[in-house]
């Protein structure tokens, strides 16, 4: 039985093969530009079915570890993971992708504190009388590395219960296990900035460092607005990924010769 696996383990099998496969690209056992073995001989020596061993190898594709070359095989692009992978097809929380990624997750609450919402932000939120809203500023990490500072806006009257907790892990667990909010949506806008001193001490770059700013206004099932989040990204360590359609091409938008 392969002890490359512990199949007793909670954590799944995939992410088990995917950090033994990573350990053995660090250690150099396999260089970059070298091909992996095939699909099947990983598998055998696994213990595990192909299916499982492709989910591995996904993973190390999305770290950047690993390319696929459709009909000859694996290969190795990296030896060290450079880059942190942020994909944009569905409502996720930091925790949830840093563990995905084989990374150890790390918060830092720098302040919490209610605040009232300035006219932009009140609108963001669809606030009427009460125009209150809790302002919780963490600084996230993985592996020990700072990568973004986070801002987050919640109502104060729905979630005030909020300033009592401990908000080290994902926020978003918090808000649907312990409020039953449904995260149904978001709108997402990214920008280019300079870094702010403030953010890029934080962050552990030089001032007016490159930084990727993250607006993401989330909804529930009924459209009403539950949070505007304001996250500033490491330039340097962030890439992010958007996955899109098939490709739609309207006749009518083209005019016929005359």
């Known amino acids: 039985m392969s002890e490359i696996v512990d199949f007793n383990s909670p954590i799944p099998r995939y992410l088990q093969i995917s950090n033994w496969l990573e350990e053995m690209i660090r250690k150099g056992r396999y260089n970059v530009g070298e091909r992996l073995p095939s699909e099947s001989s990983l598998a055998d020596i696994c213990g595990v079915n192909r ?15 690993i390319s696929k070359r459709n009909g000859i095989g694996s290969f190795i692009s990296a030896k060290d993971q450079s880059s942190v992978k942020y994909t944009l097809q569905n409502i996720s929380s930091f925790t949830d992708d840093m ?18 919402a300035d006219g ?26 700072p990568l973004v500072i986070e801002r987050s806006y919640l109502p104060y009257g729905e979630y005030k219960s909020l300033l009592g907790m401990r908000l080290t892990g994902s926020l978003y667990h918090v808000l649907t296990e312990k409020f039953g909010t449904e995260l149904h949506r978001s709108i997402q806008t990214f920008r280019a900035v300079a870094l702010a001193r403030e953010d890029a001490i934080l962050l ?54 005359a």
């Open 51 to 65: 299916n499982t061993l492709r989910q591995a190898i996904s993973e190390l594709v999305v770290k950047g570890l």
């Open 99 to 116: 563990l995905s990624m084989g990374i150890t997750p790390e918060t830092k609450i720098l302040s919490q504190e209610v605040v009232e």
């Open 120 to 145: 932009e932000l009140a609108e963001k939120l669809m606030l009427g009388r009460d125009s209150r809203v809790i302002l919780t500023k963490r600084l996230r990490s993985g592996n020990g590395i």
């Open 204 to 257: 552990d770059v030089p001032p007016k460092s490159p930084g990727i700013f993250l607006e993401s206004i989330i909804y529930d099932s009924k459209s009403v607005a539950v949070e505007v989040l304001h996250a500033h990204h490491r330039g340097d360590k962030y890439v992010f990924q958007v996955e899109s359609g098939q490709f739609r091409y309207n006749v009518r938008d083209v005019k016929k010769p």
